[in-house]
């Protein structure tokens, strides 16, 4: 274990109905968050590997949690999303470093495939801070039933030499889409856009 | 549920391995329900709401179901709990008051030795209002490692004609207690209390 984790909640957000109307099957988000300690909090440090390593790791821990909350084989993950938010003593690119070069890896194989980006955001802040997830559809960016966002927050975290950590999956987009653009059925998957 | 109209349920499991301090060698787990449902009363005055009650006894069965599915765990290592509501903006905080009975004993019903009142607040918000759950020790309310409370909100909850019903459950004691008072250990009346 690279990173100091403290702790880690897993949320399930499973919607039945909407304006009136019945959501069947319904749609389900879920989120894997973890509070770990900022190795860099409260100073300059160049070298950000070993941030870099504490993202691979997570990446497979918070993404395999996250499909397990949803209780679906892998291979039914419709669109996934990645964030940070980095307590007051960090950087914003402690957050570059944990989510860009090596997380999306092990999240790919916790989801299987995952041709498209992970769309992801970061943000510094305090305990309690909202952190907005993005949404995508794992193997078309451009499927517009799955552009969404899942809001998390945990009210004692991070504190100011810790990161905020997180992954969202979904086995569905939004409730009742109807704004047209590419469907789902009509992915390729190839090239991560279409 | 004939009369109950579930829009969403949002479920979730925090997992604590420490706070800065020795790591226990459980961790500890908190938990919480919540469902946003449709309120009958909304926009009017109605003298007799006490029927409604009926209605929220298989949400708060289903809602434990779901909460101790989530937290793994058997029911009996389930030691804390505690209820909450927020009312939208179109009801009143007596609807909120409907929730102690249909709510505690759901909990009560799959929870053995829970002889403790269930804690509980209450209050009316807009969506994305936050509400801070009080938690005690299922069996005896004076046992002072488990006196804690959860933080919960939904970002889109409640809208002005919905409510928002929540359930709480911890295992373990806070993580590093050791501010004295009665323990576990010292469970003797059997009253709820001591």
């Avoid at chain 2, 500890?28 to 926009?43: D, E, Q, S, T, Y």
């Avoid at chain 2, 505690?104 to 209002?129: C, F, N, Q, W």
Wanted: contains cysteine; glycine residues 12%.
């Amino acid at each position: 274990m690279k990173a100091n984790i403290r702790k880690i909640m897993v949320v399930i957000d499973e919607v039945h109905s909407e304006q009136g109307q019945t959501v069947s099957p319904p749609t389900r988000r879920a989120a894997a968050v973890a509070v770990i300690a900022n190795p860099f909090a409260g100073k300059f440090v160049a070298d950000l590997s070993e941030l870099m390593d504490i993202g691979e790791e997570l990446g497979g821990l918070l993404g395999e949690k996250a499909v397990a909350a949803l209780g679906v084989a892998p291979s039914q993950i419709e669109s996934y999303g990645k964030a940070a938010l980095v307590g007051e003593n960090g950087e914003l690119e402690h957050a570059a470093a944990i989510l860009h070069p090596k997380l999306g890896k092990p999240l790919r194989a916790a989801v299987e495939k995952g041709a498209a980006l992970v769309p992801s955001s970061k943000k510094r802040g305090g305990m309690g801070t909202p952190l907005d997830i993005p949404l995508g559809h794992k193997d078309a960016a451009f499927v517009r039933s799955h552009f969404d966002g899942m809001e998390v927050r945990i009210n004692d975290a991070p504190r100011a030499d810790e990161i905020l950590v997180a992954v969202a999956v979904t086995d569905s987009g939004r409730p009742l889409p109807r704004v047209g653009g590419l469907q789902k059925h009509e992915v390729k998957g190839e090239d991560g856009l279409r | 549920m004939p009369d109950l109209k579930i829009r969403k349920f949002v479920t979730a499991v925090e997992d604590i391995f420490h706070e800065r301090g020795p790591a226990p060698a459980k961790p500890r787990k908190r938990g919480w329900c919540l469902a946003v449902i449709g309120n009958p009363f909304a926009g009017r005055y109605v003298a007799d709401i006490q029927p409604f009650m009926e209605d929220l006894k298989p949400l708060g069965m289903e809602m434990a179901q779901r909460l101790i599915a989530a937290l793994g765990t058997d029911p009996k290592d389930i030691d804390g709990y505690g209820k909450g509501i927020i009312v939208g903006a179109a009801g009143e905080l007596e609807h909120a008051a409907l929730w102690h009975a249909p709510g505690g004993y759901s909990m009560r019903e799959h929870l053995p030795d829970s002889l403790a009142i269930v804690p509980s607040s209450k209050k009316v918000g807009g969506p994305g209002t936050r509400l801070d759950i009080p938690v005690t020790h299922k069996t005896a309310a004076y046992v002072r490692s488990h006196f804690d409370s959860v933080e919960v909100g939904i970002d889109d909850s409640p809208r002005a004609d919905e409510m928002l019903v929540a359930l709480v459950m911890t295992v373990g004691p806070r993580i590093h207690s050791r501010s004295g008072g009665l323990e576990v250990s010292g469970i003797k009346v059997k009253d709820g209390q001591k």
